[in-house]
């Protein structure tokens, strides 16, 4: 059980354009999503936090307008990345969570901007 | 901010118990301690939680200490498909957040 997954595992766009990433509860119905990048060798970074059917809570320094993020329904959460640029080149990883203590992971969406 | 210090590398023979530390000296009372492993270019794999009993479940053990401000993960027969980074993270009491420290990457040798 409690089962995430990711949509795309991969993605490359060119600079400018806008990439949507998915991440579904398979087994359960989660309350809560979190977002997190992570730059190569480096730990995983808490973006936002999103509650189903309301806004997302962006963590200090993260851009809201660049990076959308929606929680329509108890077990699809998705970020958008808009206007990417290199920079944003990362790997992108949901989690969510059923009202219990602990969050369960998505595989990851590996992002190269071009 | 994690609230987790842990080392940044160990290594383990296979076949034998790997013992990962974790201090979490400002740990608040009603703070729980989760431990998670991430191997390569996955996603983190939760393995163990607790608050102040020492836990064990099918993949390991957590042993907290009595003024809960150090915790250690024990994996009791480490095999290959061990080596990953091992985190430690404190959940925050205003939410179900879960800040990342910088994790110990553990290898198991032949």
């Known amino acids: 059980g409690a089962v995430v997954s990711q949509h795309p595992s991969w993605v490359i766009c060119k600079s400018g354009t806008s990439v949507k990433i998915e991440c579904r509860s398979l087994d359960f119905q989660a309350t809560t999503m979190f977002w997190y990048r992570q730059f190569p060798k480096q730990s995983l970074m808490l973006m936002a936090t999103?509650?189903?059917?309301?806004?997302?809570?962006?963590e200090q320094g993260v851009e809201k307008d660049k990076f959308l993020i929606n929680h329509a329904s108890l077990t699809l959460s998705t970020l958008t990345v808009t206007s990417a640029h290199p920079e944003d080149s990362s790997f992108y990883i949901c989690?969510?969570?059923?009202?219990?203590?602990?969050?369960?992971f998505g595989p990851g969406t590996r992002l190269t901007v071009l | 901010d994690a609230k987790t210090t842990q080392p940044p590398s160990m290594d383990c023979a296979e076949g034998r118990a790997a013992n990962l530390p974790c201090n979490h000296s400002?740990?608040?009372?009603?703070?729980?301690v989760y431990w998670y492993r991430q191997i390569h270019s996955q996603g983190p794999q939760y393995i163990i939680h607790?608050?102040?009993n020492n836990e064990t479940n099918e993949m390991a053990s957590l042993i907290i200490t009595e003024d809960r401000k150090s915790s250690t993960l024990i994996l009791p027969h480490a095999t290959l498909r061990d080596t990953a980074v091992y985190y430690c993270i404190v959940r925050v009491l205003t939410g179900n957040q879960f800040y990342f420290g910088t994790g110990t990457s553990l290898t198991v040798i032949p």
């Open positions: 999103s509650n189903e059917g309301s806004k997302a809570t962006y």
């Open positions: 989690s969510a969570s059923g009202g219990a203590d602990t969050q369960y």
């Open positions: 607790g608050l102040k």
């Open positions: 400002t740990i608040s009372g009603n703070e729980y």
